[in-house]
């Protein structure tokens, strides 16, 4: 039995009736990490990976909702002392409060939901949650009304005030934005976006996960906003993202080695998105894998958020000719994302297999990726 029909299945147990079908997808970022804080470029694509519901409005001010994958059932109201207990209800509830307190209706529904989108491998499952929903209570009881962007900025208010993750737009925007064979270059500072075709003949995308977490006693992530904003005061810009390698190297001697190191690899990131984005439009792999290497590079050497686990990995597409492959997400664990040759391919994931669980005791969990369509509603 295939999602679609497992979903169906499982509705017609608990609620009866048809309703109506909405998916949205998970995301990779193909280069642009650490950039959206710093007012720069990403440039993320949504993947044939997805969260998919099966939505029903029940005529009355309760929502009942059961999540198929870890087979629990919630039900709460609308109001704002309604939320759940549960973690992943809370996710659905944020999007119902966040369109009613924008002035837009949700009413009563029955729901249930399953995905296919990894967890904890970093490809936003949370996001592709939000705008699964997002999409839906705009198709279903506001005609539409609520723009895309709107519908983006929706699934990151909710993580902010209901889930307790203080996320960048990233995520969401590739959730509800993205296109089938494209990827898009979104601006963080403007929130503008432009899409890139992505058909790399001859070429696979192939996520490699450690499914390794590393438990930080501090708050790296944090920590290195802090140097970010503080050299980006000392140059005298708002952001980084007005920054060039000149500017740093004046005020070398006024900032710690590690400050200049988190800033020179944020300044040279801005510029690998950009580069990516013009070989992309001349069909050049090449560049686009030798920018990818770099980022990794920088990610592990200068803004130091990689792992021993991630940079193995690394080491092996290097050894087998993979043509791009990079630390993907924020880092201490997580995936490499590879832009691997047709005709290498079976030999670098064998090798991969086998290499990390000689030395780490299991091997990385494999996802092929495809650039595919975002939010939308299934006939």
């Given at each position: ?20 079908m909405y998916a949205s997808a998970g995301r990779i970022n193909l280069i642009g990490e650490h950039t959206d804080y710093n007012g720069g470029f990403v440039f993320p694509g949504a993947i044939d990976k997805v969260i998919m519901a099966e939505i029903k409005p029940n005529g009355t001010d309760k929502v ?198 988190r800033a020179k690899y944020v300044i040279e990131e801005k510029q690998r998105v950009l580069d990516v984005c013009d070989a992309l439009q001349r069909g050049d792999y090449d560049t686009v894998g030798d920018r990818m290497y770099k980022t990794h590079e920088g990610m592990s050497k200068l803004y130091e ?75």
């Open positions: 039995m295939d999602m679609k029909e497992t979903i169906r299945d499982q509705f017609t147990r608990h609620f009866g009736n048809e309703g109506q009942r909702v059961y999540s198929v994958d870890i087979n629990e059932y919630a039900e709460f109201g609308l109001e704002e002392a309604d939320a759940p207990s549960q973690q992943w209800a809370r996710y659905i509830f944020g999007v119902c409060r966040e369109i009613i307190k924008r002035g837009g209706e949700v009413k009563g529904f029955d729901a249930v939901f399953a995905g296919n989108v990894p967890l904890g491998a970093g490809l936003s499952s949370s996001a592709a949650l939000e705008s699964c929903f997002a999409f839906a209570f705009n198709d279903m009881f506001n005609a539409n009304k609520i723009d895309k962007f709107e519908l983006a900025l929706i699934g990151q208010s909710t993580e902010h005030n209901y889930c307790g993750v203080n996320c960048g737009i990233m995520d969401q925007f590739a959730s509800v934005f993205g296109k089938a064979g494209n990827l898009m270059r979104l601006d963080c500072r403007s929130l503008e976006h432009e899409y890139y075709p992505f058909n790399p003949e001859g070429y696979r995308l192939v996520l490699l996960d450690s499914k390794v977490k590393h438990e930080l006693v501090d708050s790296p992530y944090n920590k290195r906003r802090a140097s970010c904003e503080h050299v980006a005061s000392v140059i005298g810009v708002e952001t980084l993202r007005d920054a060039s390698m000149d500017d740093l190297e004046k005020v070398k001697d006024q900032i710690s080695a590690e400050d200049y190191n958020v990689s792992c021993v686990e991630l940079d193995y990995l690394n080491d092996i597409a290097k050894e087998c000719g993979v043509t791009g492959s990079r630390i993907m997400g924020g880092g201490f664990g997580g995936c490499t994302i590879n832009l691997v040759k047709d005709d290498l391919y079976d030999k670098f994931i064998e090798t991969a297999k086998a290499k990390f669980a000689e030395k780490y005791g299991h091997e990385p969990q494999v996802y092929d990726v495809v650039i595919s369509d975002g939010a939308r509603k299934i006939d």
